[in-house]
């Protein structure tokens, strides 16, 4: 729900989306996390991420395209997100990434569909 400035109730860092309320979280830093360079130089690096995704097709045994999609350029940026902020995580360990986290990476690589946040 929004308050009367437009931002979200639930979110303090002044760029998170309307989400459905298991995806309603926020980063709560000041400045928020998605405006700092390290997120930036972490988390959008589009050869970084390029390599990450490629990285995991190659673990499963998936072909390479010749152009990564932004799906997967977006995947490898929550991956690399999650890893930088909370370490290991993985199969029975998950968290939500905040809404702001997910738009920043939503706009930096759109798509015509998104998964959304999946329990393990």
């Not at 931002?7 to 995806?23: I, L, N």
């Not at 928020?32 to 190659?58: K, P, V, Y």
């Not at 997967?72 to 995580?89: F, I, P, S, V």
Request: proline fraction near 5%.
């Amino acid at each position: 729900m929004l308050s009367g400035d437009n931002r979200q109730e639930w979110c303090s860092c002044g760029r998170c989306h309307e989400e459905t309320e298991k995806e309603q979280k926020c980063c709560k830093t000041m400045p928020c996390i998605t405006t700092t360079t390290q997120f930036a130089g972490t988390c959008l690096h589009l050869n970084t991420l390029e390599a990450s995704a490629r990285e995991s097709l190659d673990y499963f045994g998936e072909p390479q395209p010749v152009v990564v999609p932004n799906n997967l350029l977006r995947k490898a940026g929550y991956r690399t997100y999650m890893c930088w902020r909370y370490n290991h995580l993985g199969k029975g360990n998950r968290k939500v990434a905040p809404s702001c986290v997910a738009w920043a990476l939503r706009t930096a690589f759109p798509s015509s569909t998104y998964m959304g946040h999946r329990s393990a």
